[in-house]
T-cell receptor, first 112, second 115 residues
């Protein structure tokens, strides 16, 4: 059973456009929501993370939007660049636990 | 400084053989995690350690899988009597401390293929 559902599976965006990836969860005990970026041949690397006490967190061109009532969160990449082409994973975990539950990933391609 | 390293990077074995996968975490990191990542999927939790103590092994698929971290640093994931369904990328991660919010740094993984 997938604890975190992620969509779309793949995404193609023009350079300069906005990339949006969505995730949903069921477990209301989750209170930490990181996004990981993975390049081919590499391990996932933390990109940005949010806790449910805020509805939005922005770091540079990357923004997480969080909707606690809907149990959804999303990653927005503004002014997408070819260097952003990678697989993005959302994840969730709860205080007191240490394992991350990952989504299935979104393969982003930014076309020059 | 060096990141998380794993060896071997690729392992091809025949069904029924045992394999040992090694993880060398970032120096000083207390917590170490093992995940398995199938093609086109996100990493799936297997087990984790704080220091040398295995805190949670709820994700290990069955008793053919075991892990140890005897000196609180390097860890070994062992799969006995491998089966074709064990073929996957096995990833190790470490964090400076345990608890949600402590960034997990992932290694490059070991690609296991069971023939």
């Amino acid at each position: 059973q997938q604890q975190v559902k992620q969509s779309p599976q793949s995404l193609i965006v023009q350079k300069g456009g906005i990339s949006i990836i969505n995730c949903a969860y069921e477990n209301t005990a989750f209170d930490y929501f990181p996004w990981y970026q993975q390049f081919p041949g590499k391990g996932p690397a933390l990109l940005i993370a949010i806790r449910p006490d805020v509805s939005e967190k922005k770091e540079g061109r990357f923004t997480i939007s969080f909707n606690k009532s809907a149990k959804q969160f999303s990653l927005h990449i503004m002014d997408s660049q070819p260097g952003d082409s990678a697989t993005y994973f959302c994840a969730a975990s709860e205080t007191g636990a240490n394992n991350l539950f990952f989504g299935t990933g979104t393969r982003l391609t930014v076309i020059p | 400084g060096a990141g998380v390293s794993q060896s071997p990077r690729y392992k091809v074995t025949k069904r029924g053989q045992d394999v040992a996968l090694r993880c060398d975490p970032i120096s000083g990191h207390v917590s170490l995690y093992w995940y398995r990542q199938a093609l086109g999927q996100g990493p799936e939790f297997l087990t984790y350690f704080n220091y040398e103590a295995q805190q949670d092994k709820s994700g290990l698929p069955n008793d053919r899988f075991s892990a140890e971290r005897p000196e609180g640093s390097i860890s070994t994931l062992t799969i006995q009597r491998t089966e074709q369904r064990d073929s996957a990328m096995y990833r190790c991660a470490s964090s400076i401390f345990w608890g949600a919010g402590n960034e997990q740094f992932f290694g490059p993984g070991t690609r296991l293929t069971v023939l």
